[in-house]
């Protein structure tokens, strides 16, 4: 497993692959564009030189553990936090030094929402839309009235934020992010705290804007949240990009396993080795390995051959779930 | 592509028109946010309270006049009723007016990053450098509110009880009512200048820290111990170079004619505070990683 993110992680390429959409473009037509991006805090180092390559109307899932470094990276795309090394550009426009100009085209949902608790949700938008030099004050009304509109919150948009439940304050954050038409949607962990008809209903916003053309880039440290609306994939462990792409060339990229079972596993096993299978362990009757580029009728060839019986055998790639698995490390540990 | 690419185009249009002027959205958003709060509101009720305390006590149990060790107007309150705010600005000047600023300028920087509101300002994007001069003039306008909590009510109050004649002054003329009120708007001017120097030391506190209140503390602590080396006559190099050593000599705009000295000299320091304190939270505040 780990030999296999290793070897992803040499394969990542900064600049966009040819099957993307953004095939063999320069850099402007990437929405997101980091290379070499580095911080470390005191001697931790969060994120390491990850170079994030994400198309223009790509809905970009960025997963990873809590703690592998997605929401440092963010927070460098919009000018948070300084990186310690590297560069990253905005919708083609280098940050910090054209953030303004950037972040006026970017919506974005940073590590939960965070509002003033004694305004109501109406009012925490006309503050963030005050802040706005860009803002149209005429037309205040009418789009905090549609950002509300579109995230379900009209009938509590007089309450403080203090009442409101940890869905309803997900929601007044994306309705924040949506003021102004936005090129790209920065959302980290948008679905945290919503009960699954939320989710859905997020998942199907984000839907929604990206047929409008909006770039989404969304973290998540759950796969099954979006790997549905997904078009490309990043993979982050360790403050590392293990892995990048669509999500058809993140899937090909994980190694095909083989499954035999068998009544005589030892013998098998002398077989498999003997043609080159990696990595070759027997539960039982159940043997497992990776076959590397051996085809199946080949390997079935041999076993039959040497005299070992073949009940069940298939060679497979990974579901994205046993990759995501294989990427990160295992299940509920906390990077770093 | 292309037609997403035409969907940016015609959204970003509209907005290469519109040119950036100058606005007064955010700052009129920070003031709405400062007077709207409970806690501000209670604090410039205290602030009230101390005139009108002071002026009914003055009026219906007081046999004489108290030792002060400030410009001493309570003495002089049943003269004319414009004397109430001034002795209650002599009473509130050294901890009321600087605590109820800390508590302001602590907010401003660390209470957004304590709530996490920082963040999604800086993205909106509010420029940093401009966040902290609408902050800071936030807190300028609310040194001038904190002020008038004293002056307006103890002025009602005091010409309600004591009535409206002409003012003497401390140089022994006597002054005409317009004449007078003139003056106290100066005096309410000059010590407002005071607490906006105290501010930026405030505003410079609070981007030190995400604990507003800690910041806040920390800012009293500092107003503190600047009344209390004021003290120390083996300071006496030190002194005029305290940002409050002046703020009592808002007395000599009552003398007749004005005191000048004094005054102008407070102002520059004021000033030099203000300068300096602000432009070291913008050198702290500007590059700052912002992790709440």
Redo the contacts between chains.
């Keep these: 497993m780990t030999q296999l993110t290793e070897e992803r992680a040499d394969a990542r390429d900064p600049a966009p692959d040819p099957r993307g959409?953004g095939a063999g473009a320069p850099d402007g037509?990437l929405a997101v564009h980091t290379s070499g991006l580095t911080k470390r805090f005191h001697h931790q180092t969060a994120v390491d030189s990850i170079d994030l390559a994400v198309p223009?109307?790509a809905v970009y899932g960025f997963l990873g553990p809590n703690g592998s470094g997605k929401t440092t990276t963010i927070?460098m795309l919009?000018?948070?936090?300084?990186p310690t090394a590297g560069s990253r550009t905005v919708l083609g426009m280098p940050i910090p030094q054209q953030?303004?100009e950037a972040?006026?085209?970017?919506g974005?949902l940073?590590?939960?929402?965070?509002?003033?608790?004694?305004?109501s949700g109406r009012a925490n938008l006309?503050?963030?839309d005050?802040?706005?030099?860009?803002a149209?004050?005429r037309t205040a009304r009418a789009r905090i009235d549609a950002a509300l509109e579109r995230v379900g919150l009209m009938a509590a948009a007089g309450k403080r934020y203090r009442a409101y439940s940890l869905g309803m304050r997900q929601r007044l954050?994306i309705a924040?992010a949506l003021l102004q038409?936005r090129?790209l949607l920065v959302l980290d962990e948008p679905t945290n705290g919503l009960d699954p008809q939320g989710t859905r209903e997020v998942r199907s916003l984000i839907g929604s804007l990206a047929s409008?053309?909006t770039t989404v880039f969304v973290s998540s440290h759950l796969l099954a949240e979006v790997e549905q609306i997904c078009t490309h994939l990043g993979v982050m462990r360790e403050g590392r990009l293990v892995a990048q792409g669509t999500v058809a060339q993140v899937q090909e990229a994980g190694q095909r396993l083989l499954r035999l079972e068998t009544p005589q596993p030892q013998a098998a096993v002398g077989v498999l080795e003997g043609l080159g299978v990696r990595e070759v362990t027997v539960h039982g009757e159940v043997v497992r390995g990776i076959p590397e580029s051996l085809e199946g009728e080949q390997v079935v060839a041999a076993l039959v051959h040497a005299g070992v019986g073949v009940r069940a055998f298939a060679v497979a790639s990974p579901s994205l779930e046993d990759l995501f698995v294989a990427l990160t490390g295992e299940g509920f540990d906390v990077s770093g | 592509m292309s037609a997403v690419e035409a969907t940016v185009e015609a959204t970003r249009e509209p907005v290469r028109r519109r040119r950036m002027a100058p606005s007064t959205r955010l700052l009129r958003s920070e003031l709405r946010l400062i007077g709207g709060r409970r806690r501000n509101q209670a604090g410039l009720a205290v602030l009230a309270a101390v005139p009108i305390l002071m002026a009914v006590v003055v009026r219906f149990f007081s046999s004489g006049p108290g030792e002060n060790d400030g410009p001493n107007f309570l003495s002089s309150v049943t003269a004319n009723g414009l004397f109430v705010p001034l002795a209650a600005l002599g009473v509130e000047v050294a901890m009321f007016l600087p605590l109820a600023m800390s508590m302001l300028a602590g907010d401003s920087i660390a209470g957004e990053a304590n709530i996490g509101t920082l963040r999604y300002l800086l993205t909106v994007p509010v420029d940093r450098t401009r966040l902290l001069a609408v902050k800071y003039a936030s807190l300028c306008i609310g040194a001038l509110w904190g002020v008038a909590a004293v002056v307006v009510p103890g002025a009602i109050v005091g010409l309600a009880l004591f009535g409206a004649g002409p003012l003497p002054t401390l140089s022994g003329t006597q002054l005409t009512f317009g004449e007078g009120l003139w003056r106290v708007l100066l005096v309410s001017l000059y010590l407002s200048a005071g607490l906006a120097a105290f501010a930026a030391i405030g505003l410079f506190i609070s981007t030190l820290t995400e604990q507003p209140i800690g910041a806040a503390i920390a800012a009293m602590i500092v107003n503190i111990v600047a009344w209390i080396l004021d003290q120390v006559p083996q300071l006496d190099w030190l002194h005029p170079w305290l940002f409050m050593h002046d703020w009592l000599s808002f007395a000599d705009l009552m003398r007749d004619p004005i005191h000048w000295a004094n005054l102008t000299h407070g102002l520059w320091i004021d000033l030099a505070y203000a300068v300096v304190f602000w432009l070291l939270a913008w050198a702290r505040f500007s590059g700052k990683d912002v992790t709440s």
């Design positions: 959409p037509t223009r109307g927070r919009l000018g948070l936090v300084q953030a303004n972040l006026h085209r970017v974005s940073v590590e939960g929402p965070a509002f003033h608790p004694y305004l006309a503050r963030l005050a802040a706005d030099l860009l149209d004050p954050a924040a038409p090129d409008d053309g």
